[in-house]
């Protein structure tokens, strides 16, 4: 088969067949005649016009498509993967608009090259992801006087408002079409996933669904501005609420749902169905006081809110964030509103309780286990020809799958070579993946769902000889993982004001990455948590938030490097002041030594990276012997020598030595 490589491989006691293309062209050529479509596209002609017929009577001049659900999510069910039908581009972030003539989609620089793949020639791809440019837009091909259609239940309260501002100036208005057109010509849309939802063992939580649901009625309490009741709409936030998991979104353990909570009441929007007997009994569900859960059904959110708010005196908390245009316009007047940009449970959500904090961490522990086998794999059998990213990806999704309480991957695994890894959030297929080998750095961005945690982790390895630019790039990488990490900071500090810290080193010599520093990540939930992070909307950090460090540097069509752990905050004494932070990392997987350069660290850093791996070595070296991975421990020690000699100056940096050269020259003329 010309132009195709065969891989076979054995797990789990199976053998495994994986094809993978060599030579395809990937992007699409719309000014080749005739258009040149790659096979991991797709035909969008039939789905537009049937789309386009829909609109017609509706007399909307253009219609708004974004890639989420009717809870904001950042990964969605397949059923919800509207925009993704529509034109193919499966990325995380982005928005189509659809007009008689027109096909437009917008995204960020992290899916630039990944859109060319996945769109055909209808399609324009705008390189850019905001509101502004999008409305911009809309104001340009748009007549006067006409309207936009869009699904309210798909935009943010803050999402409307910004479209809205922008086009209501120019005599264009937004039109609320609550029946969502692209469902209406989707004729084989995915089902509701029929699994059952589930609880959280005891042994892994510390805190009962009561003690939550009081704890946030506390805080409705304390509110000065006295809300009645809370509306509760991002999957994360009802989950954790009632300690409740579900098999609903691909890699996430979420299932639909809404909460309202009010001090007398609590009404969960599920589909009832999926509710044993059991989950009745331990939510309550039959009883009458504060702490029983009535189930209305998940259809029925929106007639249950409208009830409530036509009753007197009341005032609804809702989370800007994660509410959409279609719920919050039933909180009317607007004098019934009580908004704030995240609600009180993704808050308090975000700080992990000691039990939390202990399992989170095991969870890490055993994931570190899965990576280092891969990686010690790897390094026999990519010199050897046979390797993929695919065999890669899979190889490592099993070693995960055989740890204790794995409940599956976290995301799709990244697992890039070469120039694909230039692409920050590429996954292979059969028509893209690469053959492994010793001329090229690999990235392996993966990470697991277990009952206790959920894992996120960056690895970028070279198995021949890097080029000095390669070795300084990945060095400066590192530096910038390593000054978030260690640097130490007052409480409530934000992670904007850091940020800056992983890119420095890259900045001094003119580099830089398109995409964040860092996340939130939390217990068996989702991989991105907010509203942790480095990001401007995120919150304060305060001690016991988990957030990963993640710098990186990618050149176009040759490599990409991403160095990616994930650190909880803690405490730290300092000589004079109280109430200051830093960053413990829990990720304890050693980094490519053959990447990095030494003569650029600093000694503090050089004395990071040590104390680091000493811990690496003393948590994660006993749990490979306790699994009998004696070859894998073999090689964490070889991966985790020192870099000082005896903890001291041994390693110091070029760029250090000048100073202590004139200090030390000094010292002899006053001698």
Not at 531 to 536: L, N
Request: aromatic letters at 10%.
């Amino acid at each position: 088969m010309h132009g195709w490589i065969l891989t076979t491989f054995i797990l789990g006691g199976t053998l495994n067949t994986v094809l993978c293309h060599s030579s395809v062209d990937m992007e699409r050529n719309c000014s080749a005649f005739p258009p040149y479509i790659p096979p991991t596209a797709i035909n969008s002609t039939l789905r537009l016009i049937a789309l386009r017929q829909t609109m017609a009577p509706l007399s909307i001049h253009a219609y708004i498509i974004p890639g989420t659900d009717a809870h904001l999510s950042e990964y969605i069910a397949p059923r919800n993967a509207r925009r993704a039908w529509m034109t193919g581009f499966t990325g995380s972030a982005g928005t189509a608009v659809v007009t008689q003539t027109q096909a437009v989609l917008w995204t960020d620089s992290r899916y630039w090259v990944q859109a060319e793949r996945q769109m055909d020639c209808n399609w324009e791809l705008v390189r850019d992801s905001s509101v502004d440019n999008i409305a911009n837009w809309l104001i340009r091909e748009v007549p006067e006087g006409m309207e936009i259609g869009f699904d309210p239940f798909l935009f943010s309260v803050d999402t409307f408002e910004a479209f809205n501002s922008k086009l209501a100036s120019t005599n264009r208005s937004l039109k609320s079409l609550p029946d969502n057109l692209v469902d209406k010509v989707w004729t084989d849309r995915p089902p509701l996933p029929p699994e059952n939802l589930f609880r959280l063992p005891d042994n892994i939580i510390e805190r009962t669904w009561q003690e939550k649901v009081q704890d946030i009625r506390q805080q409705m309490s304390d509110n000065p501005y006295k809300p009645t009741a809370i509306l509760l709409s991002a999957l994360d936030e009802t989950a954790w609420l009632f300690n409740l998991r579900g098999n609903d979104i691909p890699y996430n353990p979420f299932f639909y749902s809404y909460t309202l909570l009010t001090q007398d009441d609590i009404w969960l929007f599920v589909h009832n169905q999926r509710v044993t007997e059991e989950l009745h009994a331990y939510l309550n569900a039959s009883c009458q006081d504060s702490l029983c859960v009535q189930l209305p059904g998940y259809d029925n959110v929106r007639n249950e809110l409208q009830g409530y708010v036509e009753g007197p005196g009341v005032r609804v908390w809702i989370g800007t964030e994660f509410t959409t245009r279609g719920l919050s316009e039933i909180i009317s007047p607007k004098e019934k509103q009580l908004t704030s940009a995240y609600s009180p449970v993704l808050i308090t959500k975000a700080v992990k309780d000691e039990t939390e904090e202990r399992v989170l961490r095991q969870a890490h522990v055993r994931d570190a286990v899965a990576v280092i086998q891969l990686l010690t794999r790897l390094e026999k059998t990519v010199p050897e020809g046979q390797e993929t990213e695919l065999t890669a990806a899979h190889f490592v999704d099993e070693c995960r799958s055989k740890q204790n309480f794995n409940k599956g991957p976290s995301f799709e695994t990244i697992s890039a070579s070469g120039p694909n890894a230039a692409l920050a959030h590429y996954s292979p297929t059969n028509e893209s993946c690469r053959t492994l080998t010793v001329n090229e750095m690999f990235l392996l961005d993966s990470g697991g769902q277990y009952l206790d945690g959920t894992t996120d982790i960056t690895r970028t390895v070279h198995w021949g000889t890097p080029t000095d630019f390669q070795k300084e790039a990945f060095t400066r990488v590192l530096m910038g993982n390593i000054e978030i990490s260690r640097t130490i900071f007052p409480t409530g500090t934000r992670g904007m004001n850091m940020e800056m810290l992983g890119r420095r080193a890259l900045w001094e010599i003119g580099l830089n990455y398109g995409h964040g520093t860092g996340h939130g990540v939390g217990n068996y939930f989702g991989v991105h948590e907010w509203p942790v992070g480095f990001q401007s909307n995120n919150i304060p950090f305060t001690e016991g938030m988990f957030t990963s460090i993640e710098p990186g540097y990618y050149r176009e069509n040759e490599f990409g490097i991403r160095i990616e752990d994930v650190a909880v905050v803690v405490a730290v004494e300092t000589k004079h002041g109280e109430g200051y932070l830093t960053f413990d990392t829990v990720s304890l997987v050693p980094y490519d030594r053959k990447l990095i350069d030494t003569s650029l660290l600093s000694p503090e850093q050089l004395k990071w990276l040590d104390d680091h791996y000493k811990k690496i070595r003393s948590v994660v070296g006993p749990e490979l012997e306790q699994q009998g991975l004696l070859e894998e421990k073999a090689w964490l020690l070889r991966n985790t020598e020192p870099f000082l000699s005896d903890g001291a100056g041994a390693g110091l940096s070029l760029q250090a030595a000048p100073a202590l050269l004139s200090s030390a020259l000094l010292l002899l003329h006053l001698l």
